[in-house]
């Protein structure tokens, strides 16, 4: 029994509180927020894992393919399924589409962060002095 237990606490650690995981809403926060985000998440990790529920799907795809687009990141593996949601107005739960994307460090993706970086502080440099 103490076997299972254990079980069960480490799949709920390792589910509930993964540190690379960011969930994605299309109504809290701006697209770039998320795109920055995942940037940093995969400077201090080798991926990052989007994920989303119902109308943010679209977000996600899009968050990844600007990732990809700019040559920070590859995909991994793409999952979808289905998840019973509560509703509140309703008396039996409503099903979701979800969707979780993990994304890995290209090769040169400490090399254009480095580069994007160095831009930022010309530009601010540049700033300063006029």
């Keep these: 029994m103490e076997e299972v237990t254990e079980g069960v606490n480490n ?12 969930q994605v809403s299309n109504t809290k926060k701006p697209l770039f927020f998320y795109v920055n985000l995942a940037k940093r998440y995969m400077q201090q990790h080798e991926e990052v894992e989007l994920s989303a529920l119902g109308m943010a799907i679209a977000t996600v795809v899009t968050v990844a393919e600007i990732l990809k687009n700019n040559g920070l990141a590859v995909e991994r593996k793409i999952m979808t399924s289905t998840v019973d949601v509560k509703d509140d107005s309703r008396s039996r739960p409503i099903q979701k589409a979800k969707i979780e994307i993990v994304l890995g460090k290209t090769e040169k993706f400490d090399e254009l962060m480095a580069a994007a970086e160095e831009e930022r502080e010309a530009a601010k440099a540049a700033e300063e002095q006029s």
Excluded: S
Aim: proline fraction near 0%.
């Design 11 to 22: 799949l709920a650690i390792t589910e509930q509180h993964k540190k690379n995981r960011i």
